[in-house]
């Protein structure tokens, strides 16, 4: 008679919340700004830091990114999330878009 | 036009009759760009996936001009000559600066638009029609103030 003894190794609980599970496997979209003429350099250091959070000389390096080599990549994202900070920047009026990574 | 740090990132500006007359008349063209004028990806190269959040985003875009329109009309109507009647004392804090620069934005943003989006080299070797002026001024002036808000926020 076999006898069913039951699994070796019983399931866990993944230490990971919901959400960064969730985060973590649709972090799929690229948020970029592009170069235009009009937007003045400040300002647009000064809403990376508005938007992002980041530091005056992490929202420089972007904005020179974007002056000198005509876009940035911003950061990665899930859909969601990038649509909140697209949104976010277009309320400003920077050209910004986002684009599923490759 | 006069500035004093009051510290913690609030500041007061000292407008003459004229400086806030010139103001005023540009912060009631509000808003200047169209509210569907950006898109959440490149407009050759439409992601299917996103078609309906943008269009939620140009629905939003007039919603949030709608609201900012009338917070204009509040701010213009909350700004009173000191008893000289020689001077507009407008007190700001980091959000209300934040406000009011983006809200210029908006205006150089939509006059630059209207005019064809010159590049920077045509905007001072063009030859402009008369009426194309008033655009340019209002361009050029919401870029200065601009400025001046961006250096008190530093």
Known sequence: MFVNAGPMVLPGIDPRSDQQTKEFLDSGYLVICWDDPINLMDYVTHVFQKVFGWNRAKAEHHMMEVHQQGKSLLTRASMETAEHYVHQLHRYNLHATMEKAE | ?154
């Not at chain 2, 629905?59 to 917070?71: I, K």
């Not at chain 2, 909350?78 to 959000?95: G, L, V």
């Not at chain 2, 209207?114 to 340019?136: N, Q, V």
């Open chain 2, 1 to 154: 036009m006069k500035l004093i740090r009051k510290g913690d990132g609030r500041f007061d500006m000292a407008l003459d009759v004229e400086e806030w007359q010139a103001l005023k008349k540009l912060v009631s063209q509000y808003p200047k760009t169209p509210a569907d004028h950006h898109s959440l990806t490149c407009k050759d190269e439409p992601d299917p996936d996103l078609k309906d959040s943008d269009d939620w985003l140009k629905e939003s875009g007039s919603v949030h001009q709608a609201q900012r329109h009338r917070q204009i009309r509040a701010w213009i109507d909350s700004i009173h000559p000191d008893q000289d009647e020689a001077t507009y004392k407008i007190e700001f804090d980091p959000s209300k600066a934040d406000w009011l620069i983006e809200i210029l934005n908006d205006i150089r943003v939509g006059c630059w638009l209207s005019l064809g989006c010159p590049a920077p080299e045509d905007l001072t070797e063009a030859e402009w029609r008369e009426e194309d002026w008033p655009t340019l001024w209002a361009m050029e002036i919401s870029g200065m103030y601009q400025s001046v808000l961006l250096k008190c926020l530093m």
